[in-house]
């Protein structure tokens, strides 16, 4: 587990630098230098990368530990591609729809229903995303080690015949965090996401 989280996390360590290096210039606490960026419409460019990396960490971390516990688990580089990729979308299926902000023209409170909250895919969700990035490719490992797959035959080719294999597990895995998000829905907290951050 522990093995699995370190290389998730060092293989995110451009992500990281780069968020970083972008939160630095954007906000280097130097009047003059501020009022530069601002006067020249720089800041706002400076923000861009943030809110792609650092804002966003959850979703590359959860991809990455998955991926990395696979391999430390014993599963090749294609299942653990899978199992990075099945992993990814049982952490969006947690991560509840709706917005709500206020409209600035006419302070009306507004609700988007199809939106993500981004708020979640940044640090808020880390402790989501790696605690699925642990447990999801134990499920995953499961199906692989006991032939829970579709079987193509050999004439297709490698990539193809990996993919299906993924197709039973990324139901299973699907219809489980449907279920966990239904009961954490339930709760005073409303998400698995709430109750992990809260």
């Known amino acids: 587990i522990l093995r ?25 606490n130097i009047t003059a230098y501020q009022n530069l960026i601002t006067s020249l419409g720089l800041k706002s460019l400076l923000n861009i990368p943030v809110n792609y990396t650092t804002n966003m960490i959850s979703i590359y971390a959860v991809f990455l ?15 653990a591609l899978n199992s990075g990729i099945i992993t990814l979308m049982a952490f969006l299926i947690m991560i509840p729809l709706g917005v709500t902000g206020k409209d600035t023209a006419s302070g009306v409170s507004v609700t988007v229903a199809g939106a993500i909250n981004t708020t979640f895919l940044g640090s808020a969700g880390l402790f989501t995303a790696m605690l699925l990035g642990i447990c999801i490719p134990w499920i995953h490992w499961i199906f692989v080690k006991n032939h829970v797959t ?29 279920v966990i998000r239904q009961l954490f829905s339930m709760t005073s907290y409303g998400s698995m996401t709430m109750a992990i951050y809260g």
């Open 65 to 79: 530990i998955a991926k990395a516990e696979a391999k430390a688990i014993g599963m090749d580089e294609r299942d």
């Open 4 to 28: 699995g989280i370190t290389n998730g996390f060092s293989t995110m360590l451009p992500i990281v630098m780069v968020g970083a290096i972008f939160t630095l210039l954007s906000s280097l």
């Open 150 to 178: 579709i079987k193509m035959p050999d004439s297709v080719p490698p990539v193809i015949s990996k993919s299906f294999e993924a197709i039973i597990p990324a139901i299973v895995i699907a219809a489980l965090a449907i």
